[in-house]
């Protein structure tokens, strides 16, 4: 049986104590690999803690990948701990066709909803707030506002970066490391002067055609690497012939894939087994996970300065705010300054200042919070509505818990109509929604049985008429 000493508990929660708690016993292999571990009531009853302070931590080491379940069964220990016996200890050394398809999403045409939209909550940018910072930042850096800032941006906002990312992501990270880019096309760019055109960059099939098409265009090779319920295939990515690797970790896009902890140390293991290659964690939409706490970033866990993580601004605060950033290894940070450090940063100053400000003063966290508590309610009504709706005979509802999509899938293929016939069905009456195979790279790819709901430009007030419209579409169209 667990038995653990909550006097040492200190500031952390029940949960996240009886968490750490388990975590550190299955790395130093004081909890073996496919342990049974004490049901939810009998550790509940023997720690004298509630069923849900157990139900929660159990859900989080499942979600890392540190425990299993198997029903009417019970909860097992993964074999985590041997994987990370095999970590390369090296230092970081100098750096010495498959086309993604793109995505033909109609630009211009208005839709009653339209599910592909990387829009924010309408109305939710915090004006007031904003503007009032901004009149301060007119006030007191005036003289700051007419320098040039270096191509690493403004000490500043740098600051406000690494100290959010201590809060929310329990990131460390020095502002020498940090580098202001105007979106993460930019930042996807100025990688690819950086690192060399000669690179051979990989990207996660299905994913993301935007960065895959930006290193593309910019004279590399780019490779798509299969993607399966654990995350990115670390073993194809082996037989790639990349060097360096794009992966969304914490929340894959469109799958809704989350990488555990097991296939998290594999990666690090590809990354390390030879001096030029690195990953580059983009942790998009990071900030919306709905269960448990946020999962730890992989550049959290790298030891030998192989993860270069990116992330924006754009989905919290707005689209058209284009104000990303990348955390570099130390080492790299260096190397990024003698080559490129002519460049000036692609952001005003005067907008930088303004987002330092917003953070520092405890805005941007508030605003956050709010976002968060608001998709979660709208999601909540879609879900319901679907649920409600003659869309639940057809499909189910997956990978719901954590960013701003989720897949609508169907639960048999005995239809008589496809996905893709749906599809089009739904376009015509006004509801744009893309299929889970429209992000393969392949050009034949198979079609998909599940939809991607991207619902974060959906307005609240019209989900339950979205669904009638979806579901009258599916009646007509399903009825012989």
Request: net charge positive; hydrophobic share 35%; glycine share 4%.
């Amino acid at each position: 049986m667990i038995t653990l000493d909550f006097e040492k508990r200190g500031s952390q929660t029940l949960t996240d104590f009886l968490y750490f708690s388990i975590k550190n016993q299955i790395l130093n292999k004081s909890l073996c690999e496919n342990e049974k571990l004490p049901s939810k009531r009998s550790l509940s009853a023997h720690l004298g803690i509630s069923v849900i302070t157990v139900q929660n931590a159990y859900a989080q080491l499942i979600d890392e990948g540190f425990i299993y379940s198997i029903e009417k069964k019970g909860f097992f220990v993964s074999d985590i701990a041997r994987h990370l016996e095999k970590s390369d200890k090296k230092e970081q050394e100098s750096f010495s066709t498959n086309t993604p398809q793109k995505n033909q999403a109609e630009q211009n045409q208005n839709y009653f909803a339209d599910f592909t939209s990387n829009a924010a909550a309408p109305g939710k940018f915090p004006f007031t707030l904003w503007s009032h910072t901004m009149r301060q930042v007119l006030a007191s850096e005036n003289e700051k506002l007419l320098m040039r800032t270096d191509v690493f941006g403004t000490i500043e906002l740098r600051r406000a970066i690494c100290q959010h990312l201590k809060a929310f992501r329990n990131m460390n990270v020095n502002e020498n490391q940090v580098i202001i880019g105007a979106g993460t096309e930019s930042l996807y760019s100025m990688l690819v002067q950086f690192l060399g055109s000669n690179q051979i960059f990989a990207v996660e099939n299905p994913g993301y055609h935007k960065a895959a098409e930006i290193f593309r265009l910019n004279g590399t090779k780019c490779v798509p690497v299969k993607i399966d319920a654990q995350g990115l295939i670390v073993n194809e990515l082996k037989t790639a012939g990349a060097t360096v690797v794009h992966v969304s970790p914490s929340h894959h896009f469109p799958s809704g894939v989350i990488m555990n902890f097991k296939r998290r140390t594999e990666l690090l293991e590809w990354a390390n087994s030879t001096q030029n290659r690195l990953i580059i964690e983009d942790d998009y939409d990071s900030e919306f996970r709905f269960t448990g706490k946020p999962l730890p970033t992989l550049q959290s866990i790298d030891k030998n300065g192989r993860v270069i993580y990116i992330n924006t601004f754009s989905k919290t605060l707005a689209p058209s705010f284009r104000i990303s950033y990348m955390i570099l290894p130390p080492m790299l940070a260096q190397k990024f300054s003698q080559k490129l450090g002519f460049y000036s940063c692609q952001v005003s100053s005067f907008e930088q200042f303004t987002l330092a400000r917003f953070i520092e003063q405890d805005h941007y966290e508030k605003h956050l919070n709010r976002m968060k508590n608001y998709y979660k309610s709208l999601r909540n009504n879609l879900i319901t509505a679907i649920e409600n709706s003659a869309l639940s005979k057809i499909f189910t509802i997956r990978e719901e818990n954590s960013g701003l999509h989720f897949l609508l899938t169907m639960k048999s293929k005995t239809q008589t109509f496809s996905a893709r016939e749906l599809q089009q069905k739904w376009k015509s009456a006004g509801i744009n929604i893309q299929l889970l195979s429209d992000y393969f790279y392949e050009k034949k790819s198979p079609d998909s049985e599940s939809f991607v709901v991207n619902y974060s430009g959906i307005k609240r007030d019209l989900v339950n008429e979205i669904i009638k419209k979806m579901s009258k579409v599916l009646k007509a169209y399903s009825t012989p």
